[in-house]
């Protein structure tokens, strides 16, 4: 038997010819930049599969002036929608961004191939163009700018696959703990999820660092499920678990859909504390009990909304 390096280095030689021979078996032409615009090696990113077929491959070249080369057949996510997940995960707001179409041109196989383009400020950009057997060729770019973007077909995905052996690993930031606020576990973990999807809207609407969860969300959550089995006198591990994720889920709802709940403090309150209530069972019989359990029926077609309302219309 051979030591652990070697049976990694079978494995993987073994992975690098099963997903060679499935880009090849998919009949989906793969393209890399050219050799003359390339701004490192080519590696293997990935690829999708649509019901047991390849339907995009994805190469890159990382570094500081990042590419990647995505050859797809069916649906392709808009140019837009790219940059503004690429401008996001690099921590800049897109909103501040000026947004440019200028004309463009993508060299496929040395001939020259109108295309769509789209730059966010003067770092990032997406290009892309569609060849005459249906493969739609989307370049995407941080700080590299090739006038004109230039491609060929990959013949062979074997050299690319195989540098991913020498790719380093990635360093994790070091982890820093963090003390869990003090309170009523339910609550400052309902106050976290709020934060949270305000949060998330503001990144959606204007990119910048992309929210994270904070260090200590496990264990809030941990410290709710044993609160949860405390306050309801029932030791089911799997019932308190599904008790917070409908709590959790049912005011992050209420914050999406109801502008009473995001707007009015005292009502937002008062309906925290009647779910708080209602999912320990201290008090099951709150006012918003019929909106709850609309809520907890809405697959069955109950108007959760509507329910919700009539309770805060009726709120003094």
């Given amino acids: ?53 390849i339907t995009a491959v994805r190469v890159e070249y990382p570094g500081p002036a990042w590419v990647q080369v995505e050859s797809a057949r069916g649906h392709s996510a808009p140019l837009r929608l790219l940059l503004e997940q690429l401008v996001g995960r690099d921590g800049v707001r897109f909103a501040d961004l000026a947004w440019t179409s200028p004309p463009a041109t993508i060299l496929v196989d040395g001939w020259p191939q109108r295309a769509e383009t789209l730059r966010a400020g003067d ?30 077909t990959l013949t062979d995905p074997a050299p690319m696959l195989d540098r991913l052996a020498t790719v380093p690993p990635v360093e994790l930031p070091p982890y820093n703990p963090e003390p869990i606020p003090a309170g009523e576990p339910h609550r400052v973990l309902i106050e976290t999820i709020l934060c949270r999807d305000i949060e998330h809207l503001k990144w959606l609407a204007e ?9 200590y969300a496990g264990e809030l959550r941990q410290a709710a499920l044993l609160r949860q089995m405390d306050l309801s006198d029932d030791r089911d591990a799997e019932r308190a678990e599904r008790a917070i ?51 907890r029926h809405r697959s069955e077609g109950r108007d959760w909304r509507a329910a919700w309302s009539d309770w805060a219309a009726g709120r003094p």
């Fill in 245 to 295: 994720g409908d709590m959790e889920h049912l005011v992050s709802s209420l914050q999406h859909a109801a502008a009473w709940f995001r707007d009015d403090a005292d009502l937002r309150e008062q309906a925290i504390s009647e779910i708080l209530l209602r999912v320990t069972g201290l008090a099951p019989d709150v006012p918003s009990a019929t909106a709850q359990e609309a809520w």
């Fill in 207 to 215: 990119g910048g660092p992309m929210p994270v969860s904070p260090v």
């Fill in 1 to 53: 038997m051979g030591s652990l390096s070697e049976r990694r280095q079978e494995r993987f030689a073994e992975q690098t010819a099963r997903i060679t021979r499935e880009i090849h078996g998919s009949g989906l032409r793969v393209f890399a930049l050219a050799a003359a615009v390339e701004p490192a090696d080519a590696l293997f990113g990935n690829l999708e599969e649509s019901d047991g077929e």
């Fill in 123 to 152: 770092r990032w950009q997406a290009t892309r163009c569609q060849t005459h057997d249906g493969v739609r060729i989307t370049v995407l770019s941080r700080d590299w700018d090739a006038d004109p973007v230039a491609v060929v």
